[in-house]
């Protein structure tokens, strides 16, 4: 089993979830994240779940002394690296930004990792390094034409890795390209709690599901997918963390370079989601079609065929699991940017 492992962003949503599979399964973690985008209210919950402290550091990947004296203090063995930032239509209007978190933070963690013969390493990628799909479902072998500043930030991170996995036989990456993340912990005390109105969808509908919002406006109903509407594959987040986990262990006795997909393997559409989360909520989630998404692609789902072979890891959560461990979480949280300030 590895030593002790780094979790960067380990306040966040898909952070925090790992940080319990991860103490549940007997690792020891210490969380590092500059608490941007999360509050470290969450430690209070993580320690309710976990039944254990979890040591927090505060900084940014991009403080390379401050990484340095973290990994050396904790006698780190592993990093899992999911600090950065995720928003799409963000990145589009701030490519620099984008870049300098996500790729010179990368930089910066590396170097660190150098300095203390760290070779373990699982990168938090996105299922956006692949673009438009050649064909679909996505396998690893897809081409990655990302679209987007954020998802080729990601692209470039990856490929950064492959060249110094090519340099360093001794080193063990793991680049997980997630599908879309949904849901919450059973306890309903982490989820996805998103500054003020969140872009994605499942957030989006259990607002207008909660009163928050009056209805949800869907991004085009003229695709060419089963009803039109947009198809993603949607994987719970405790599945998504179990993925983290089962990485390592891979890890454990394989060096290089591997990238895997992190999905379902099934679409749903954006209305199928919608009467999924009415009966999980038994409401009505009112809505309005509007224009298609500037760049929003029609349908894309994953093969995850590489995982289930090399990693023994498939999803077990259903759409139905998603929209209600969703709802649940919602109801305990108001949608508000104080949210996160919450002390
Ligand atoms: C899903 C579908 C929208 C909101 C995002 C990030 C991506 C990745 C996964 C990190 C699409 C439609 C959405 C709404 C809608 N995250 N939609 N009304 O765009 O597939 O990817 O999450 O890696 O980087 O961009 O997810 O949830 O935003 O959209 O109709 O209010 O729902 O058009 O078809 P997306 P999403």
Same mark, same amino acid.
């Given at each position: ?240 963390? +179990?993925?983290? @986990? ?6 454990? *006795? #394989?060096?290089?370079?591997? &990238?895997?997909? /992190? =999905? ?26 509007? +224009?298609?998404? @500037? ?6 789902? *994953? #093969?995850?065929?590489?995982? &289930?072979?090399? /990693? =023994? ?31």
């Amino acid at each position: 089993m590895a030593g002790r492992i780094l979790i960067t962003g380990g306040t966040g949503y898909i952070g925090s979830h790992t940080a319990v599979v991860l103490t549940q399964s007997g690792h020891d973690i210490v969380l590092y994240d500059n608490l941007s985008s999360s509050s470290d209210v969450i430690l209070d919950a993580l320690k309710e779940i976990t039944g254990k402290p979890i040591p927090f550091v505060k900084g940014d990947v991009r403080d390379a002394d401050r990484l340095v004296h973290t990994l050396k203090s904790h006698k780190i063995d592993a990093v899992m690296h999911f600090a950065g930032l995720k928003a799409v239509g963000e990145s589009v209007e701030k490519p620099l930004e984008y870049f300098t978190n996500n790729i010179q933070g990368a930089i910066s963690l590396l170097n660190a990792l150098q300095t203390q013969s760290i070779n373990t390493f699982i990168f938090s990628s996105s299922a956006t390094v692949y673009g438009e799909p050649e064909y679909l479902p996505f396998d690893e072998e897809h081409p990655t034409n990302a679209l987007n500043p954020y998802g080729r930030s990601k692209k470039h991170v990856e490929e950064i890795l492959q060249d110094i996995a090519s340099s360093n036989p001794a080193l063990r990456i793991a680049c997980l390209r997630y599908f879309n993340p949904v849901g919450a912990h059973e306890s309903r005390l982490i989820g996805e709690i998103p500054k003020g109105n969140p872009n994605n969808l499942m957030p989006s509908i259990a607002q207008v599901a909660m009163g928050d919002r009056e209805e949800l406006c869907v991004f085009g109903d003229d695709y060419p997918t089963s009803d039109g509407t947009g198809v993603r594959d949607y994987i719970h987040v405790m599945d998504l963390a +179990e993925g983290h @986990a089962a990485s390592l262990t891979f890890l454990e *006795s #394989n060096t290089g370079w591997h &990238a895997f997909n /992190l =999905g379902s393997g099934t679409g749903y559409s954006v209305m199928e989601l919608i009467h999924a989360f009415e009966k999980e909520a038994n409401c009505t989630i009112p809505y309005r079609i509007t +224009e298609r998404l @500037a760049g929003d692609i029609a349908e894309y789902y *994953s #093969n995850p065929d590489k995982a &289930a072979k090399l /990693l =023994g890891w498939k999803t077990k959560r259903n759409l139905k699991k998603m929209c209600a461990s969703t709802w649940k979480k919602t109801k305990l949280t108001l949608y508000s940017s104080d949210t996160i300030s919450q002390k």
